[in-house]
Nanobody, 126 residues
Framework: QVQLVESGGGLVQAGGSLRLSCAASGRTFSRYAMGWFRQAPGKEREFVATISWSGGSTWYADSVRGRFTISRNNANDTVYLQMNSLKAEDTALYYC???????????????????WGQGTQVTVSS
């Protein structure tokens, strides 16, 4: 049974930093692209960042590029999101996701991700 567990969320002041982690279990995900999405109250889920299965390619939403960094450790099937210079508009429930199929990378397409975590709350106070 595939399981994704996010951690690292919390309350932080604007300008601060947080590091989110997502541990995957139930299968080996070293050949799967992984990503982070977020959903604020009353808004649709949106793309934040993605990383290819090898870790060699990354892509970010314009709103976070230059402030957030996605990385992964295939040895322990974990993906990270380092978030710096946080803003109030970054407040959301952050979800980890894994691609439905191995060996491909469709980037920001939400529909290509078939496995999702339960989310971790990030709240940025201004």
């Amino acid at each position: 049974q595939v399981q994704l567990v996010e951690s690292g969320g919390g309350l932080v002041q604007a300008g601060g930093s947080l590091r989110l982690s997502c541990a995957a279990s139930g299968r080996t995900f070293s050949r799967y692209a992984m990503g982070w999405f977020r959903q604020a109250p009353g808004k649709e889920r949106e793309f934040v960042a993605t990383i290819s299965w090898s870790g060699g390619s990354t892509w970010y939403a314009d709103s976070v590029r230059g402030r957030f960094t996605i990385s992964r450790n295939n040895a322990n099937d974990t993906v990270y999101l380092q978030m710096n210079s946080l803003k109030a508009e970054d407040t959301a429930l952050y979800y980890c996701a894994v691609d439905s199929s191995p060996g491909r990378w469709f980037g920001s397409s939400l529909t290509s991700y078939g496995y999702w975590g339960q989310g971790t709350q990030v709240t940025v106070s201004s």
